[in-house]
């Protein structure tokens, strides 16, 4: 019997998440192995030496290949194993119009989020102080901007951001926003198309989406029992 492919991960993360989801949705076998960025468990060196040299989540291991970097595990997974078309379909220029978003993510909705994340909650969480207002006004302006973006240049009168199927970048996306969204921030005020989208594709991905959000939201909620070596650093990744 093959080996499955191992999945190292924290929910923290939001493309861990994504990519949770897709194994799971796709029936790909793997071993779910938990890491605990909060306990700075990823910055080992067994880690390193053993899963990724990059000391980074998420991060596979897949008959002896270590492999990081949230795209490059999808590129592997939709060539190496049967990931359904509609993740990442070859018709109609469809992996072109995916790979375009998931850039365009790389600087943009990724940066948004992820410093309106970090400065609501993470450096309050790591200093045990109140965020500062004037940190927070700023990454939310950074996020609003962004997000209007993302609505005015991605989402359109189809379901989904690709057509009438879901694919990879409907499922990124929405782990981003569910990054600011499940610490209070209101992402669809003014965005009727963004609400519109939001629900289609949270209601498509049914319960692998929710189990996964369930378990983020829980570690958010839980966080104060863990340590907090490496946060930062794994929550950019």
Not at 9 to 34: G, H, M, T, V, W
Request: glycine fraction near 6%; aromatic fraction near 12%.
């Amino acid at each position: 019997m093959s080996q499955p492919l191992k999945f190292y991960f924290d929910f923290l993360n939001q493309s861990s998440r994504a990519l949770y989801i897709l194994l799971e949705a796709s029936k790909i076998p793997f071993e779910a192995i938990p890491i605990s960025m909060l306990k700075g468990e990823h910055l080992t060196g067994e880690f390193r030496d053993n899963v990724n040299r990059f000391r980074k989540l998420p991060a596979i291991t897949d008959h002896g290949y270590q492999l990081s970097e949230n795209v490059a595990i999808f590129r592997h997974l939709a060539r190496e194993k049967l990931v359904p078309e509609h993740w990442y379909p070859r018709r109609h220029l469809g992996r072109s119009r995916i790979d375009e978003y998931l850039a365009w993510q790389q600087t943009n909705m990724g940066v948004a989020t992820t410093e309106y994340f970090q400065q609501k909650w993470l450096v309050p969480y790591l200093q045990k102080t109140r965020p500062a207002d004037n940190a927070v006004n700023l990454a939310s302006k950074q996020l609003e901007h962004t997000l209007n973006e993302f609505e005015q240049l991605f989402l359109n009168s189809r379901k989904f951001m690709m057509g009438d199927n879901i694919s990879y970048a409907d499922l990124s996306a929405i782990c981003e926003i569910d990054q600011p969204k499940s610490i209070g921030y209101n992402a669809f005020q003014n965005r009727n198309k963004l609400a519109r989208w939001y629900e289609t594709v949270r209601e498509e991905l049914g319960p692998h989406y929710k189990e996964v959000l369930g378990e983020f939201e829980a570690k958010l909620n839980g966080s104060g029992s863990g340590q907090k070596q490496g946060v930062a650093q794994a929550v950019k990744q």
